[in-house]
Nanobody, 114 residues
Framework: VQLQASGGGLVQAGGSLRLSCAAS????????MAWYRQARGKQRELVAS???????NYGDSVKGRFIISRDNTKKTVYLQMNSLKPEDTAVYYC?????????WGQGTQVTVSS
């Protein structure tokens, strides 16, 4: 299984970005799909997660600004990021859970300028 994340980039504070992460080379259904992020010098933290039909969960710092969604037919998870702040600057990683283990994407850089 390979996860390919895309959509990162440089944006001004207050702007928006949409991240995508698609799985390839898989024949099974994924359970939880999530986005994590890691800022320089900090630990990786959960940004948002979405279950397979059982709801979403958001980190406190992104509630009300970010929206996670998924398309099971495309095996893709999305993260719509609005009202971005400089403190959202980080490498964003996608993570998919399955009966066969957890899979990580390669990360995509998001930089928010003030």
């Amino acid at each position: 299984v390979q996860l390919q994340a895309s959509g990162g980039g440089l944006v001004q504070a207050g702007g928006s970005l949409r991240l995508s992460c698609a799985a390839s080379r898989s024949t099974f259904r994924f359970s939880d799909m999530a986005w994590y992020r890691q800022a320089r010098g900090k630990q990786r933290e959960l940004v948002a997660s979405i279950g397979d039909g059982i709801g979403t969960n958001y980190g406190d710092s992104v509630k009300g600004r970010f929206i996670i969604s998924r398309d099971n037919t495309k095996k893709t998870v999305y993260l719509q990021m609005n009202s971005l702040k400089p403190e959202d600057t980080a490498v964003y990683y996608c993570n998919f859970g399955s009966p066969y283990g957890n899979f990580w994407g390669q990360g995509t850089q998001v930089t928010v300028s003030s």
